[in-house]
């Protein structure tokens, strides 16, 4: 029987080399690799400037802080999501407006949200599941058509004169959708290299955007810097400079860089990142050739002008509840095969029920959650295991109908 992880980290030599170089060099807090680390995702993005951070989660909220969203606001979301991307929303103190996804999709009902949106609006995070990015274009139509809702708090919100589109790219650094990349489409982008994610600095995350509230790119890099180190006026490698001891604080911030240690991780992945998106949808396009089509729907990743980051393998069963759902996945997991679910919506949780929310009023949401797996699909896969996941599924799924 085989062993087959989820989601482990694609770590070769050329990383623990270079980690070994952070540690040897004497700086291991934010310093000269965590600012080359910035300068390459921007390359690689295609943006002035790039902010890393120890989180996506820290990523979308600083950014609704520089947007000076707070109590009395409100921050559309999906309910088919991680906690994250709600639960900034409720750190900040705005208020959480959850919306469906539409009919067999993970994305929002783009309807329902357009009905969603107020004059206390002030944000919407969409959400590219799986790597999948959402319609932009619905959404800035969509906000376009709302800008007559929309009452700016600030001279941030002010200059840019509608909602905001702040998207939750945890899963999808590196794809494009109508051929632009993820971070060239919304307002403010924000990144995770969480240790699942296809480019991993164990923890991490980063912020790009296209637009800047009224601000230079020199500027919103300052505020961002000045949110994520207490509101601290100089970093630590500034001051390390001869006689630079002295520093402000200009308010009271947040503490949430990201070190050299983690960076250096980054550094080398982003070299290997495209060798690892390749080697990700060989994977996607074995399991699309050896999973029985008449028993699964498999997530879309590409077509003529878009492609996802390849993040998930998400797999939904045809005729499955809940419970002959995770029958299967009690099986998998006796052949050796370890599986998720992405993702349990957010109003089935404690927390959000706590909040007043119902899954009653997200049928899609819970249609989509009820009968999802996600297959093994990290870059230590080999071809063989993958085959073996698809033919114990096929084997499993035809004993159900024969009986």
Known sequence: ???????????????????????????????????????????????????????????????????????????????????????????????IVLVDTAK???????????????????????????????DYDKLYEIVERKKNLFIPNNVRQESLGRITILSDAAHSFGAYRNNVKAGLVADITCYSFHAVKNLTTAEG?????????????????????????????????????????EYDIVYTGYKCNLTDILASLGLVQLRRYDQLLERRFEIIKLYSETLNSNYVNILQHEDKNTRSSGHLMLVRFKG?????????????????????????????FTAYKNLGFDIINFPNAFKQYENEISLPLHTLLSDDDVIYVSEKINEYIKGLIEG
């Open 1 to 95: 029987m085989k062993n087959i992880l989820f989601s482990p980290p694609d770590i070769t030599q050329e990383e623990i080399d270079e980690v070994t170089s952070a540690l040897k060099s004497g700086w291991i807090t934010t310093g000269p690799r965590t600012k080359e680390l910035e300068r390459r995702i921007a390359e690689y993005v295609g943006v002035n400037k790039a902010v890393c951070l120890n989180s996506a989660t820290a990523a979308m909220e600083l950014s609704l802080l520089l947007l000076g969203v707070g109590p009395g606001d409100e921050v559309i979301t999906s309910a088919y999501t991680y906690s994250a991307s709600a639960a900034v929303i409720d750190h900040v103190g705005a208020k």
């Open 104 to 134: 067999d999709s993970y994305e929002m009902d783009y309807d329902k949200l357009e009905v969603a949106i107020s004059d206390k609006t002030k944000v919407i995070i969409p959400v590219d599941i799986a790597g999948v990015m959402c």
């Open 205 to 245: 995350g980063a912020i790009v955007w296209t637009k800047t509230f009224g601000m230079t790119d020199d500027e919103m890099y300052k505020e961002y810097m000045l949110l994520s180190l207490h509101g601290q006026s100089k970093d630590a490698l500034s001051k390390m400079k001869k006689g630079s001891w």
């Open 320 to 348: 499955f509840n809940e419970m002959k759902r995770n029958q299967l996945i009690m099986y998998l997991a006796e052949q050796g095969i370890a599986t998720n679910v992405h993702y349990k919506p957010l109003p089935m």
